[in-house]
């Protein structure tokens, strides 16, 4: 069986996308690595296929190389991305995800998701943990190009700290209450990736706690991004993640 794939990136996060709303995509695992497998497959840090839905204009899919799910929220401005070149979205588009229904409004250059609301954060081990759709761990550093993200990441993740499922860490730099640098391990992945859409957002709402303000320019190696917030007391609210997203190139791939 041929599958057709499309290659896209959202802030240097790339990804394979297939649309399957025949729903004759094999969801196996030993598939899905090895399309994502840089050496025997296609290559990317995901998964995601196109499929429909009941209560979204489509619902996208999002697996991990390692064939686990999540939310991944540069892999949903890359699904609008795609989608829009398919015709099915709107400039303001209501799809489903991994956890539930988000909004995306198409800028031109950059797409704007609609993140969940932020209502789990809490402090542990000399760092802030978040969920915005994925487990994250922010942990504040004065320079973030100097860490080992690889190393250092993976003894965090692997702790034991945030359960079986582990967690993704960031590192972050302040750069001044409007910007911050970061840099991210990401699970599933077991690599440092060059952004990472739940990562960058839940770093942004943890520098809340140290005088950053919303809107929050988020710089990372592959690119920057915006995130908009709405402060309360129990979390955050009307929470956006803001970047580009960008085809790269098609092609087929025997499954």
Same mark, same amino acid.
């Given at each position: 069986? $041929?599958?057709?794939?499309?290659? !896209?990136?959202?802030?240097?996060?790339? %990804?394979?996308?297939?649309?399957?709303?025949?729903?004759?995509?094999?969801?196996?695992?030993?598939?899905?690595?090895?399309? *994502?497998?840089?050496?025997?497959?296609?290559?990317?840090?995901?998964?995601?296929?196109?499929?429909?839905?009941?209560?979204?204009?489509?619902?996208?899919?999002?697996?991990?190389? &390692?064939?686990?799910?999540?939310?991944?929220?540069?892999?949903?401005?890359?699904?609008?991305? %795609?989608?829009? /070149?398919?015709?099915?979205?709107?400039?303001?588009?209501?799809?489903?995800? !991994?956890?539930?229904?988000?909004?995306?409004?198409?800028? =031109?250059?950059?797409? &704007?998701?609609?993140?969940?609301?932020?209502?789990?954060?809490? #402090?542990? #081990?000399?760092?802030?943990?978040?969920?915005?759709?994925?487990?994250?761990?922010?942990?504040?550093? $004065?320079?973030?190009?100097?860490?080992?993200?690889?190393?250092?990441?993976?003894?965090?993740?692997?702790?034991?700290? %945030?359960?079986?499922?582990?967690?993704?860490?960031?590192?972050?730099?302040?750069?001044?209450? /409007?910007?911050? !640098?970061?840099?991210?391990?990401?699970?599933?992945?077991?690599?440092?990736?060059?952004?990472?859409?739940? =990562?960058?957002?839940?770093?942004?709402?943890?520098?809340?706690? !140290? =005088? *950053?303000?919303?809107?929050?320019?988020?710089?990372?190696?592959?690119? /920057?991004?915006?995130?908009?917030?709405?402060?309360? $007391?129990?979390?955050?609210?009307?929470?956006?993640?803001?970047?580009?997203? #960008?085809?790269?190139?098609?092609?087929?791939?025997?499954?």
């Amino acid at each position: 069986m $041929k599958a057709t794939f499309h290659k !896209y990136q959202a802030a240097g996060n790339d %990804f394979v996308i297939i649309d399957n709303r025949n729903n004759q995509f094999p969801k196996t695992p030993e598939i899905i690595q090895r399309i *994502c497998d840089r050496k025997f497959g296609v290559g990317a840090d995901g998964l995601i296929l196109i499929e429909p839905s009941k209560t979204g204009l489509f619902e996208m899919i999002y697996y991990n190389p &390692d064939a686990t799910q999540s939310l991944c929220g540069n892999g949903c401005r890359a699904a609008i991305r %795609f989608a829009e /070149s398919l015709d099915i979205a709107l400039e303001t588009t209501q799809f489903n995800a !991994y956890d539930g229904i988000h909004r995306a409004v198409i800028k =031109g250059h950059t797409i &704007d998701l609609e993140m969940a609301d932020v209502q789990n954060g809490r #402090e542990m #081990e000399g760092g802030i943990f978040l969920d915005t759709g994925s487990p994250h761990f922010i942990l504040f550093v $004065k320079n973030a190009e100097e860490v080992d993200v690889v190393g250092v990441g993976r003894k965090w993740r692997y702790s034991g700290l %945030f359960g079986d499922a582990g967690a993704n860490i960031n590192f972050v730099e302040i750069k001044d209450n /409007s910007k911050i !640098y970061v840099r991210t391990y990401e699970r599933g992945v077991e690599n440092e990736t060059l952004s990472c859409g739940t =990562g960058v957002t839940a770093s942004a709402l943890a520098s809340s706690a !140290y =005088g *950053c303000n919303s809107p929050l320019k988020v710089e990372t190696k592959g690119g /920057s991004l915006t995130v908009r917030f709405q402060r309360e $007391k129990q979390g955050f609210k009307k929470v956006w993640l803001e970047g580009p997203a #960008e085809h790269v190139f098609s092609g087929t791939i025997d499954l």
